[in-house]
């Protein structure tokens, strides 16, 4: 059952503009892709030494089948805002693919907001698919603990203005929800955690569950951008109950670095072709590089 209206921006909208307020999001989320993130009139100055949420930051991982290179995921973190009075952060990952390759050509760019808790609030998501570009926005209502889904498809990647797609409702317990991107801030937070942890995870429009076998183990590893030294990890191993991007499913192996920061720096998951290896190969964050011993 559809509701008969929808909370945005703390005012009540009845359900029969339902179809111009998801207009009005859609343009502007295609107009923060031009920009990466939306852009609010206020901005905050997270502390890097003290949050996983670091403005600034960029990390580059390729990703690797057997000993084939496939592709590149790039995340950066923007500064945070406010809105409606509360703190919300953002990110967003770009995965593309290498050109030439015989049996991959993906290419999707994911944005997320989340609370201070790194809790998700929002995401706005394109991915190329072969029938065109898949589009997919998403956003809140809180006091009556639901969430609002838009989709479409077109063959172009440019959304001409005014374009309404498809809008599903989702209702949750309201006590925290994470999205494919925010999973991975909500880990990185979480994951000197002394026990396990199973979270509720929006992906493609629907309510699955991550796994986070906790506490993590400590232990050591060596990445190629980084030869001859041994980095400080902690290492964890968790389960996707869930279909993500490019068949992302099932049990999934994780190393973060072992400090405040808990930056990913290998991963290994399951996707359509099998296994793949994720590993960290450029960084930037301000005031930090891997702990080595």
């Known amino acids: 059952m559809r509701p008969h209206s929808i909370i945005i921006g703390g005012f009540r909208v009845p359900h029969k503009y ?5 207009g009005v999001l859609s343009l502007m ?7 990466d993130v939306f852009s ?11 949050s996983v949420i670091c403005p600034g930051e ?4 390729e990703v690797s089948w057997l000993r084939i290179k496939l592709g590149q995921i790039r995340i950066r973190t923007t500064p945070s805002t406010i809105v409606n009075g509360e703190t919300v952060c953002h990110a967003a990952a770009y995965i593309d693919s290498y050109e030439g390759l015989p049996f991959v050509d993906l290419h999707a760019i994911d944005h997320t907001d989340m609370d201070s808790l790194t809790d998700s609030r929002g995401y706005h998501a394109m991915e190329k698919r072969d029938d065109g570009w898949r589009f997919e926005t998403s956003w809140y209502d809180l006091p009556h603990k639901k969430v609002f889904i838009e989709t479409f498809t077109q063959k172009e990647r ?14 949750f317990d309201g006590s925290m929800l994470e999205d494919g991107l925010s999973i991975l801030y909500f880990a990185r937070k ?6 396990a942890i199973v979270v509720p995870t929006l992906v493609y429009g629907k309510l699955g569950r991550t796994h986070f076998s906790l506490p993590a183990t400590r232990d050591q590893e060596e990445i190629d951008a980084l030869k001859d030294k041994k980095i400080r990890v902690v290492r964890f191993d968790g389960k996707a109950e869930f279909k993500g991007l490019f068949g992302l499913t099932g ?11 808990a930056v990913p720096i290998k991963a290994e998951m399951k996707v359509i072709i099998g ?7 450029e960084w930037r964050r301000p005031g930090w590089n891997p702990p080595t011993e």
């Open 18 to 22: 339902r179809i111009l307020v998801g």
């Open 29 to 35: 989320f295609f107009l923060s892709t031009a920009q």
């Open 40 to 50: 609010y009139p206020q901005t905050l100055n997270d502390s890097c030494d003290q």
């Open 58 to 61: 960029e990390l580059v991982y």
């Open 158 to 171: 440019k959304v001409a203005p005014g374009t309404v797609g498809k809008i599903d409702t989702l209702a």
């Open 190 to 195: 979480n994951i000197h955690s002394d026990r």
């Open 251 to 261: 049990d999934f192996k994780g190393w973060f670095s072992d400090d405040v920061a």
């Open 275 to 281: 296994s793949v290896k994720i590993e960290l190969i």
